[in-house]
């Protein structure tokens, strides 16, 4: 009896975790195992910012992770470039496009892609995917994945963005690079910051931009920002338990 009630409890917590791949590239862009990276954060639910899709036919260490986890992929384009070099980066590459991507090894019974809101200066369509997952005991959580602007009115789509999920007892968390320091993604009405540390740049940190908020019916267990893993942003990761 001890462990089939060890057994429930453990079946009650679920791992949500964040990276900004910066499309395979580190700080100062030297490449990294992308497949790895991802394999890493060891999570129910990860959420990735700035993932590269090439318009050839090659390699996807996106879509190689997920399959390796048994995970579904859901990915949202969010600008179309002609090659790395044209956003910075100095990674040899084609044409394809930066996106969103959230990826699940628990069942899915919702999904919806919003469009937030475009802020003057920003070349991105800044997207969130909203994924409604389910859980043993009947329990389900809703994860939103986002990157938002790096201009300043990023809180405007964060804004956006609790708007769309409303008030709600089902347990809603939103994480990804959220392009604002702690204090203030700790604004947000019903939502409190699970992960507390710099995350940007990895090699030498100054600010937390890298986020998972956690909303009402979520209780946080533990959460942390996770060491380098090759990016320009540290991940973060945090574990949650669900009420029945």
């Known amino acids: 009896m001890i462990l089939i009630r060890e057994g429930l409890t453990r079946l009650a917590h679920v791992t949500i975790a964040s990276m900004n791949l910066h499309c395979g590239a580190g700080t100062r862009g030297q490449p990294f195992d992308i497949e790895a990276a991802i394999a890493g954060l060891a999570a129910d639910v990860i959420v990735l910012q700035e993932t590269w899709s090439p318009e050839d036919a090659g390699t996807d260490p996106v879509e190689s992770a997920a399959k390796a986890m048994g995970a579904r992929l859901f990915r949202v384009p969010q600008r179309r470039v002609r090659a790395l070099t044209d956003i910075a980066i100095p990674l040899s590459a084609g044409p394809g496009a930066v996106g969103i991507a959230l990826l699940t090894t628990l069942p899915v019974t919702g999904y919806e892609v919003v469009r937030l809101r475009h802020i003057p200066g920003d070349v991105a369509a800044r997207r969130a995917q909203i994924a409604t997952v389910g859980l043993p005991g009947g329990r389900a959580l809703?994860?939103?994945?986002?990157?938002?602007?790096?201009?300043?009115?990023?809180?405007?789509?964060?804004?956006?963005?609790?708007?769309?999920?409303?008030?709600?007892?089902?347990?809603?968390?939103?994480?990804?690079?959220?392009?604002?320091?702690?204090?203030?993604?700790?604004?947000?009405?019903?939502?409190?910051?699970?992960?507390?540390?710099?995350?940007?740049?990895?090699?030498?940190?100054?600010?937390?931009?890298?986020?998972?908020?956690?909303?009402?019916?979520?209780?946080?267990v533990d959460a942390a920002v996770l060491p380098p893993a090759g990016s320009d942003h540290l991940p973060v990761r945090a574990r949650l338990r669900i009420p029945a």
């Not at 809703?142 to 602007?149: A, D, I, Q």
């Not at 405007?156 to 999920?165: E, H, K, M, P, T």
């Not at 392009?179 to 540390?197: F, H």
């Open 142 to 220: 809703r994860v939103t994945g986002t990157h938002l602007t790096y201009r300043l009115a990023s809180p405007v789509q964060l804004a956006q963005i609790l708007l769309r999920l409303g008030t709600t007892s089902l347990p809603t968390v939103i994480a990804g690079d959220l392009n604002m320091p702690r204090q203030v993604a700790r604004c947000a009405p019903g939502y409190e910051p699970a992960v507390r540390g710099r995350t940007w740049p990895a090699e030498l940190p100054l600010v937390q931009l890298d986020h998972v908020l956690v909303g009402r019916g979520a209780t946080l």
